[in-house]
């Protein structure tokens, strides 16, 4: 029989599969669970960009685009950065067309990273940081976040971080799970730590249209100063409910899109040829879309914070993504022993904190991103949950 | 759109502090105002929505388009007055459309129950020159509310990340 560990890369077989995987096999073999665990918008593409999408497989636009995306594509993604958030790229050289966000996330992390190199990953983060930085040949290094911070990154805790082999900071703001955002004076904080060293910044800023409150997302690029160190990431999923499309794109500096286009030219091609269609008309005729869902999430958002808190849930009041990150302290149990039991007794799904990195323990992700009746539901069978477990 | 109007036409089940939180406004606003939206006549009620199909001998519905001439003094409303007039007639609504003037929702038992209905109440109202009755097959959606169950797509998404 084949030793097939022998044969493997090491640094592969050293990744743990997702955290969340486990939870979720439980979850999938239960009948009636009510999830609050997902993590794509609710809401299906808006109709005129599906048709949009159709349109061009009707008409057998069936081949590979260029490989750093159609150049209308590009054009549009300029003006809508522009517009919407205030920076300004080249669509000849300093945009590319992705898989999804998480392509460009990692092109970006391979084009950087090399053997020994350190990344900064703020966590709770989305999970796929760590694991690309160690295929590439670094060294992930944690910032845990803090709830007193509202689980922002602090100029401190940065600084504390650095060290001559950091080479790349991770920014995931509006942050999954947990919902932080960060403020332009939170920005320009980091901004003055990054400065002083020769590193550069992946801003990964695919819920930059679900902010709530007065202030809309800020772009690290917008940053003065920051727009030549930064490789903001983005994409359609979030913004226009389109996960399934897989499209997102890279914004950067030209010298390091040529290299990551290098890498995207051999490995992908190109990304979906009818996804880059709908895209066009996305970004063309679907600002008012984007406000329609915002403003459903931020209804529901309002929603479940007031309740967890009344439930003594307590949370933070997130200002982006479709998270809340309630703290489960008072039950006394570990994140995972409370979802697990959640499940068991009450069949509502959440994620245990710890998913999204050690320093989740004793948190939870909730996710809004549901119609409100199945909020309604799951809330009332929460609070069940927690009359029937007293601390 | 009224937001509050909006979800209370979705669901009727809220409490007016899980209200007032979706909306941002004190409770006592909004109880305020959901007085005053009753007391106007805006707010008129709540119901069940129950879907019928999954219900056995739960009977049939028709679409009843009406052609009619209307009155000199008081036009559609007289004859909208009387077909609304029957319990089993669901909704009446006047449209501006060049093949018929009212169209009513009608529910019996039997298809014969309603054609009987249509051909022996409906038609000969003075001043309804013509009727088309187009029986319901299938409920895919009303009220907002979808019916069409087609929780097999659900089952194919990714539920991590």
Redesign the interface.
Known sequence: MIDYSSLLNDKIQSIQP?G??KF?DI??EMDHVI?L????PDFTTPWHVRQEGIESLRRGHTWYTPNRGFAELRAQISKYYARRFNVEYNPDDEILVSVGGSEAIDLCIRTVIQDGDEVLIPQPA??CYEPMTVMAGGKPVIIRTKSENEFRLTAEELEQSITPKTKLLILPFPNNPTGAVMRREHLEAIAKVIEKHNILVLSDEIYGELTYGKERHVSFADIKGMKERTIVVSGFSKAYAMTGWRLGYALGPEPVISQMLKLHQYAIMSAPTTAQYAAIEALKHGDSDIEHMREEYD??R??I???LCRMGLTCFEPEGAFYVFPSIQISGMTSEEFCEKLIFSQKV?IVPGTAFGECGEGFARVSYSYS??HI?EALVRIERFLSENPV | MN?LLE?LN??A??TT??LA????ESEADVKKQIEEYKEQGIILGSNTLINWDKVPDSGVTAIIELKVTPKPETGFDDIAKIVMSYDNVESVYLVASSRYDLIATVKGETIQEIAEFVSKRLSTIDNVIGTATNFVLTQYKSGGAVFYDDSDDEEQ?????
């Open positions: 997702s969340i995987r979720f979850a999938n999830s665990s997902i993590g794509e989305f999970v209804m529901r309002r929603l914070v007031d309740e799904a409100l009746k309604q | 937001k979800i979705k669901s089940d809220f502090a899980q939180a979706m909306l941002g998404r990714s539920l991590i990340l």
